[in-house]
């Protein structure tokens, strides 16, 4: 880790290709910096990415990148930080890609506990796909696919990590550049899992969930007086439907990570030559 690392320095020389105004830039701004203040440089974090807007993201930081398959990004993100739980990993992604198709692998790396920061951009629809309604869009949303809108309430994705097990639970808003910046910087520095939702305005097919919304109806927790260490009091706010929240809502200052729990202290990404001993014998008994 270095103190001299820039946020600038994430920043690879791909020109994002987010149609203009899109919340997903204020994201990825808050994600370097809170990367650069916590010390990391792209030498040492992993980025990876799944399928929609948020899955470009990998492209547009300089850092060690994968962009996954739709819904698996953070099975990947796992897999990078037990082979080597000294680097920084960061997964990002979207509310139709970590809560619908990914919500199952969701769940479980909230409930394991992994090192990593999990960023999601929720702009409350699909947006790579022209428009559709997303797990988390409003039961009245009107769509090209849904006109009288889904009729189901949404995914409170808060909610489902905290039924999870989650030691770390956050939400911010891409606009609010340094809150969102202290949030995700947050995340990175817990010990586990650190989920945040980040409501990232889709200025293209979502003329409900803007900019101007959140500005005006977002409450923030810190100038609440809020204690994230308190479970009863996180309870409250994750499930109270009335408000939008920004904030760190719950966190475990005693939560022990994944690979710790497991012993996992040292790289182990080194495959050694040659196939263990009796791997083709069990091959050929189950081929």
């Not at 899109?22 to 990415?49: I, Q, R, S, W």
């Not at 022990?256 to 069990?282: F, K, R």
């Amino acid at each position: 880790m270095s103190s001299d690392v820039r946020f600038t320095d994430f920043k690879s020389d791909k020109q994002p290709t987010w149609c203009p105004g899109c919340g997903d830039f204020g994201t990825m701004n808050g994600m370097m910096k809170g990367l650069a203040e916590t010390g990391n440089d792209p030498d040492n974090t992993f980025v990876v990415a799944g399928i929609g807007c948020s899955g470009k993201i990998g492209t547009y930081m300089h850092s060690y990148a994968l962009h996954g398959v739709h819904g698996r990004a953070l099975p990947v993100g796992t897999g990078v930080k037990m082979a080597r739980p000294d680097i920084e990993v960061m997964v990002a992604g979207g509310d139709g890609d970590g809560y619908s198709i990914g919500a199952g692998h969701f769940v479980h790396a909230v409930r394991r506990n992994v090192d990593m920061s999990y960023v999601v951009m929720d702009n409350r629809i699909y947006g790579l796909t022209k428009g559709q309604a997303s797990p988390t869009s409003r039961s009245d949303f009107e769509t090209s696919t849904t006109p009288e809108g889904p009729k189901q309430p949404p995914v409170n994705p808060l909610a489902l990590a905290l039924a999870s097990g989650a030691s770390f639970i956050a939400q911010s808003f891409a606009s609010d550049a340094l809150r969102h910046q202290e949030i995700i910087q947050e995340a990175i520095e817990h010990d586990g899992f650190g989920f945040v939702n980040v409501f990232s305005p889709c200025v293209t097919f979502n003329d409900v969930d803007t900019y101007d919304y959140f500005r005006d109806s977002l409450v923030d927790l810190q100038e609440e007086g809020h204690d994230p260490n308190d479970y009863e009091a996180a309870k409250e706010v994750i499930l109270d439907s009335d408000k939008e929240y920004q904030g760190v809502m719950y966190q475990d200052d005693e939560s022990v990570p994944y690979h710790e729990q497991h012993g996992v202290t040292e790289d182990m990404s080194e495959i050694p030559d040659g196939a263990p001993e009796d791997a083709m014998d069990l091959v050929r008994e189950f081929y």
